[in-house]
């Protein structure tokens, strides 16, 4: 097993696991901590392929409010739902949707100039694939037909966005289009509105029973923090998935949240409504991420499908400065070491990881800097 291997060379005193000096080497800031691992599990988990270079490349990846916590097993055989009406600007089957998406190149650039890059690794440049996820969050727009769409890396959720093609092409065109930059004049025409998130990190769960019972499972007892190997499933329940996040943050004076509750998207005006030139806005958003780091607040919720159910439970991890951290076969066991190593001290957990999105950080000590 290659976590066990990793984890008895660093116990004994041995070299330094070959994939941390391979992460080192791309600028990918990481720690040796420990981590747990090898725990009889009572569902069939992967716990021998390399994990790392298990995630596709994409520009951005948007979760979609929907108050839910499992979904149908592809999110859009719901065909009144905004997941599918996305599916549908996207092929390029409504008469008024944009130009499709160029197919994604593959990431093999390199992260770093003279070094080979690592499979799974790999920044926004690398791919204009669009990742689309239903959420467990509700809405926070004043219409029930209306989504709250959270948009990575960016770090950002945009509100007011109507259920329908139109709406995922007001989305698309305002938001999500790969051409879009964040120089901030695209929100000058935009019809939706716009926040920073004002959280230190965002954690996605994947509970998506309907796609696989191993994510449905395993997200559910991350939230309570329950000995999965031997509670009954018939105990399981949707509401359990944070919760061992949740004790882990607050033992280090955080605070978490699993609904959009922060106060701070209810007061304050959005970006679009901000009287300054595009450069004073993007100043302003960089201003904001750097406080939303500092606010030692969590956002905690369920989502669907991202594939490898084989290595539940999995997890995505968002940071203000723009990297997205995948971990895979994740335990409550884990998740002090993830919290402590990953969210507060911006260090990654190598034989947890899966791959990710700007995680090679040239000149930075952390994840958490710029």
Not at 59 to 72: A, F, L, M, P, Y
Not at 96 to 125: E, H, I, M, Y
Not at 152 to 167: A, C, I, L, M, N
Not at 345 to 355: D, M, S, T, V, Y
């Amino acid at each position: 097993m290659y976590g066990f291997k990793a984890l008895h060379s660093l116990v004994f005193g041995y070299q330094e696991d070959p994939l941390c000096r391979t992460l080192r080497a791309s600028d990918v800031p990481v720690t040796t901590a420990d981590c747990h691992e090898a725990y009889p599990r009572r569902f069939d988990i992967d716990m021998d392929t390399q994990m790392l270079g298990s995630v596709k490349p994409y520009h951005r990846q948007i979760v979609i409010s929907t108050g839910k916590s499992d979904w149908e097993r592809d999110i859009t055989d719901d065909k009144h739902s905004l997941a599918a009406a996305i599916g549908e600007v996207t092929s390029g089957l409504s008469p008024k949707s944009p130009k499709s998406p160029v197919s994604p190149k593959p990431a093999s650039s390199p992260l770093t100039k003279g070094v080979r890059p690592v499979n799974g690794l790999f920044d926004t440049s690398d791919s204009t694939r669009t990742s689309v996820l239903n959420g467990s969050h509700r809405t926070v727009c004043h219409e029930d037909a209306h989504e709250s769409v959270l948009v990575f890396p960016d770090f950002k959720v945009v509100t007011e966005v109507p259920r329908s093609v139109q709406g995922a092409l007001e989305l698309w065109e305002s938001a999500v289009d790969p051409s879009i930059g964040r120089d901030g004049s695209y929100l000058e025409k935009s019809i939706l509105k716009t926040w920073v998130l004002p959280y230190s990190c965002v954690i996605l769960l994947c509970s998506h029973k309907k796609r696989d019972n191993r994510c449905g499972i395993a997200a559910p007892k991350l939230e309570h923090g329950e000995n999965f190997y031997t509670i009954s499933l018939d105990l399981l329940s949707y509401t359990l998935l944070s919760a061992a996040f949740i004790k882990s943050l607050e033992a280090h004076g955080w605070d978490a949240d699993t609904q959009l509750e922060h106060p701070q998207l209810t007061m304050g005006l959005p970006l679009e409504d901000l009287n300054v030139s595009p450069e004073e806005r993007d100043e302003n958003v960089e201003a904001q991420l750097k406080q939303s780091l500092d606010s030692k607040r969590a956002l905690i919720l369920k989502v669907s499908h991202i594939g490898g159910h084989k290595y539940a439970g999995n997890a995505i991890i968002y940071t203000p400065s723009g990297s997205g951290v995948w971990y895979g076969r994740v335990t409550p066991h884990d998740v002090d070491s993830i919290v402590t190593n990953t969210i507060i001290n911006g260090l990654i957990l190598p034989p947890l990881l899966r791959g990710g999105l700007n995680l090679s950080r040239p000149n930075c000590q952390t994840l958490n800097d710029w």
